[in-house]
Structure formats: C-alpha cells, structure tokens
C-alpha cells in the first residue's frame, strides 16, 4: 500500500506543481492578482489539485462499482476488491495532501489566522 499512497500523493502534489507553472500562463492577470494576497496562490494550487483528485477519486469509486456491482446490494459492510482499496488509498492520499497544504499555508490565509490561534 505505500507504493500507491506515495504515488497518489506526489500525484497530488505534481497538479499542484503544474498550476503553479501554468497559471500565470493561463490566466495571467487574476494569477498576477492572487500574489498580491498573502498564500492566495497556494490556496488556488491547492483547489486545483483538489478538483483533479476528486475526479480521479470519484472516477476510482465509480469503476469499483462497475467493476464489481454487487458492492451496491452486498450485506457485507467490509467487502473490498483491489479496485475499493486502490479508491480508498487515493483518497487517503488526497486527504493527506490537503493536510499538508493546510499546515503549510494556514498561517498565510487571513481566514486561517483565527483558525490557527485556535490551535
């Protein structure tokens, strides 16, 4: 299981990488206007992350279930195929991921502030 956490999970950080190289190209004024905000851009980095991984996500749970049907109507609440534990496992890296964009960029984000002190 570490293999495909640590895949996922560098996964997530290489979307995050990529808006932050493409950004400036794609959308050059409102990036140019996120720096103007202390950690604006990595919380736009990181809601881009956050979009793809949810697609891969959501798209890991909805091939389970394609892949095995009978986890919809199934009496047993811990059935598992290797294609739930591969879904479960990107979303625990998602999860880890956001965790660790929200320590390091918590303390930039005005809304953060009164969420840290609170720590």
């Excluded at 409102?30 to 996500?57: F, I």
């Excluded at 739930?84 to 991921?97: G, I, N, P, R």
Aim: include cysteine.
């Amino acid at each position: 299981m570490v293999i495909p956490f640590t895949a996922f999970f560098v996964l997530s950080f290489s979307w995050f990488a990529l808006s932050r190289v493409l950004m400036p190209f794609i959308i050059p004024k409102t990036y140019a206007k996120l720096g103007q905000e202390p950690g604006a851009r990595g919380y736009w980095d990181a809601s881009m992350a956050s979009t793809a991984n949810a697609y891969v996500t959501g798209g890991l749970g909805i091939w389970a279930f394609v892949q095995t049907p009978s986890l919809m109507t199934s009496e047993d609440l811990y059935l598992k195929t290797p294609e739930t534990c591969q879904s479960a496992t990107a979303f625990l890296a998602w999860v880890c991921f956001e965790l660790c964009c929200q320590l390091v960029y918590l303390r930039h984000w005005k809304e953060g502030t009164s969420a840290a002190a609170g720590l």
